[in-house]
């Protein structure tokens, strides 16, 4: 797929930084009566950009 006739070129670019780190960590609760919990978060980090998510899982096994 291109752009109309008559549109001019354009150009994105993110500059990310060289290095980058990636970070993890997490917490499980197992319960006695079959509940689990976990809570998760996950990072990825540069000198110039950032990143970061988080999740939460409830489970219960019957």
Sequence with gaps: ??????TDP??????TGRIF???SGGVQVL??????V???????LSNKVRSHSGSLKA????
Excluded: E, I, N
């Design 1 to 6: 797929m291109s752009a109309p006739a008559g």
């Design 10 to 15: 354009f150009k994105s670019t993110l500059d």
């Design 21 to 23: 780190g990636q970070v």
């Design 31 to 36: 319960g006695k009566k079959g509940m689990d």
């Design 38 to 44: 976990r809570l998760q978060y996950d990072g990825l």
């Design 59 to 62: 489970s219960w096994q019957f």
